[in-house]
């Protein structure tokens, strides 16, 4: 498919992608209806996203689209333009909180002229306010898309509120953020040498003074659509590869079922023994992103197939997990003594949905659970299809001529850009998430270092591909040809967590996202302690700032540095060091260089963010009889949008 089109559109700061799914064509019947059945089940879980992120995104969902089908006036106004750019944007970010910033944004027509769009469509068919009548539904409505001030923030990390108070997000309702914590302080088993992760799959309300606890499962919350992923779940495992991979799906269905998070546990066991099959599934409560508590997980699912010759790559890092984990800057005592089930592989992405999509991670390791870890291994994945759709996006688009500062350093990444995207990934996922381990009568860190747990896991393991990123052994291991790769990596680290990622954030606000804040952390922390050798200097020229790195290897040891510090914060869960970490140097912006660096970026018309139009796959039937599935490649992003929820509405 040489023609294959990338990019099928751009709307805001959004810019709309497709990838492709090679070797589908060629996988065996019985393989075809695994991925079907698996993408429907990742499908029905889209409600549940929606749901999580706030209470009244469905709602919203349901009315806006009601706008988009039956609106009777100009559909050619610039307001009903400004309006469709706007429920473009609430589909892209799965609600009303833009998905990486986490900040409520607005319609840009009028008021009054988006209440003209609600009283020009079918009224009839909107959904109303729970106890609210027809007569109040057009103002109250309006108020709830344009108050800046009412759910401002989908998740706040502001430590002088109450971040529950300050949170629009629904996993807690009516309780402060001394309830919540106390809540689970009181349930912890403090002798669990095999702790659950307490609080992940549901949702905590007080009501008439109790506080209770709402488990997602079938017969619970969320049981709509829990009910069709597990009929699809069910579906699948008649066609499961092995009888690893079938036990992992039951495991799965029997954790729907009950909700008990042991259950979970042994999904995630079951899960890990399964490294021979070419389908796979990730498909649950799996990251704790979107609570500022740390604790609760948002609905995700990812249906792949493997990527077999990237899969080398990735399986020569993982089958040398002890030498780099004996050979990192961390304390001896906070080194595993040995790696088991350390699994790696590169795939590609053949559905996406929940918290992956539209917007989606290009790497992935499980189980979070750090005793699964330790004890039992994690598997790791870099989605090959994904990577290589965002650098094809890229090609040309003048970003790197811009913020690099010499001809060398853009020669560098147009030669081996990709290459070492794609080995940092690796390394993050494959040994970063799966090194290190906790002091004894540590806490989980969701417990220990709370809202700062996950930029602190990020950042740690962000540290370990750098540090190894200039390293012999990687040569050694053919898994670059030189050390320019990882000269290339560097340039890019150190210009896109100084410089571009500033894109990403509002001018005058500062960075709340924890994948950006590691990043600024980093880049900050070994710009300043590197200052005196001049390792990293900072340079103005004709009005634009660049960073040029002078010692390759002094910053590989300042990289090093850093990672044995992080390390030490999450193994003795010393909450005061990361916050004084993370607070100094991950989330305040100079506002000066914020300001160059958006008049710069504005020049090149280009979106910040990017996501993706799924594959869509059609069952071939000869009478009642399903023969086939084919797959084929949606460009409309608004019309999979409005089919999905047609299709997979289960919640509202």
């Known amino acids: 498919m040489t023609d294959f089109k990338i990019q099928t559109e751009q709307f805001a700061d959004i810019r709309i992608l497709r990838y492709q799914v090679p070797g589908f064509e060629n996988l065996s019947f019985d393989k075809k209806r695994l991925v079907y059945f698996l993408s429907q089940a990742a499908l029905w879980g889209r409600d549940i996203i929606y749901d999580q992120n706030y209470k009244f995104n469905l709602l919203i969902r349901h009315n806006l689209e009601n706008i988009y089908k039956t609106y009777q006036g100009n559909r050619e106004s610039e307001t009903f333009l400004a309006f469709l750019v706007y429920l473009k944007r609430f589909w892209f970010s799965n609600g009303i909180h833009h998905h990486y910033s986490m900040d409520k944004f607005f319609p840009s027509c009028s008021e009054e002229d988006f209440k003209d769009l609600l009283l020009n469509s079918n009224i009839s068919d909107y959904k109303l306010f729970k106890d609210k009548s027809e007569s109040v539904f057009i103002d109250e409505f309006a108020k709830l898309i344009f108050d800046k001030n009412e759910d401002a923030k989908r998740v706040s990390l502001n430590t002088e509120e109450d971040l529950l108070v300050q949170s629009a997000c629904n996993f807690y309702e009516n309780v402060s953020q001394q309830e919540a914590e106390e809540f689970y302080k009181n349930q912890k088993k403090t002798d669990s040498k095999k702790p659950i992760s307490l609080g992940l799959n549901s949702k905590l309300i007080k009501e008439n003074g109790n506080i209770l606890e709402l488990t997602y499962k079938i017969d619970g919350h969320y049981s709509a659509a829990i009910g069709k992923m597990v009929f699809y779940l069910e579906k699948a495992v008649p066609f499961a590869e092995n009888k690893e991979q079938q036990k992992a799906l039951q495991s799965l269905i029997d954790f729907y079922k009950s909700g008990d998070l042991n259950d979970f546990d042994n999904y995630s066991l079951a899960w890990l023994e399964d490294t021979e099959s070419t389908v796979d599934l990730i498909h649950g409560f799996i990251e704790t992103y979107g609570d500022p508590l740390g604790r609760k997980a948002t609905f995700e699912s990812?249906?792949?197939?493997?990527?077999?010759?990237?899969?080398?790559?990735a399986e020569t890092i993982s089958n040398n997990a002890i030498w780099f984990e004996q050979n990192s800057t961390t304390s001896i005592k906070h080194k595993k003594e040995k790696i088991n089930g350390v699994t790696a592989k590169a795939i590609f992405a053949v559905m996406e949905s929940g918290d992956c999509s539209p917007a989606t991670p290009i790497g992935v390791n499980l189980p979070n659970a750090d005793w699964i870890r330790a004890e039992h291994g994690s598997k790791s994945v870099s989605i090959s299809n994904i990577i290589d759709a965002y650098d094809l996006a890229s090609k040309n688009s003048g970003v790197i001529?811009?913020?690099a500062y010499n001809e060398l350093e853009i020669t560098l990444d147009k030669t081996y850009g990709n290459i070492a995207s794609k080995l940092h990934v690796d390394l993050h996922e494959i040994i970063g998430h799966g090194s290190g381990k906790l002091e004894n009568g540590i806490a989980e860190p969701a417990e220990m270092l709370?809202?700062?747990?996950?930029?602190?896991?990020?950042?740690?393991?962000?540290?370990?591909?750098?540090?190894?990123?200039?390293?012999?052994?990687?040569?050694e291991l053919n898994l670059m040809p030189d050390e320019k790769v990882g000269i290339c990596e560097y340039n890019s680290f150190i210009r896109s967590s100084l410089l571009t990622q500033l894109v990403r954030v509002e001018f005058g606000k500062n960075i709340e996202e924890s994948h950006m804040r590691n990043r600024q952390l980093i880049a900050k922390w070994v710009f300043e302690k590197g200052k005196n050798d001049n390792v990293i200097e900072r340079i103005k020229e004709n009005g634009k700032t660049y960073f040029l790195i002078h010692d390759y290897y002094k910053l590989s040891s300042l990289f090093g540095m850093l990672l044995k510090e992080v390390q030490r914060i999450k193994s003795a869960g010393d909450y005061n060091a990361a916050k004084n970490l993370v607070e100094n140097y991950g989330v305040k912006v100079e506002k000066d260089l914020h300001k160059e660096v958006l008049e710069r970026w504005e020049k090149l018309h280009i979106a910040p963010y990017a996501g993706f139009v799924n594959p869509h796959y059609s069952p071939v039937f000869e009478g009642y009889t399903m023969v086939d599935i084919e797959i084929d490649y949606p460009e409309d992003f608004s019309q999979q949008m409005l089919i999905y929820s047609k299709n997979y509405s289960s919640l509202i």
Do not use: G, M, P
Request: no cysteine; hydrophobic share 40%.
């Open 450 to 475: 709370k809202n700062y747990a996950s930029t602190i896991e990020e950042a740690r393991a962000d540290l370990v591909a750098l540090y190894f990123a200039l390293d012999q052994k990687l040569i």
């Open 302 to 313: 990812l249906v792949s197939i493997r990527d077999e010759e990237s899969t080398k790559r």
């Open 401 to 403: 001529e811009e913020f």
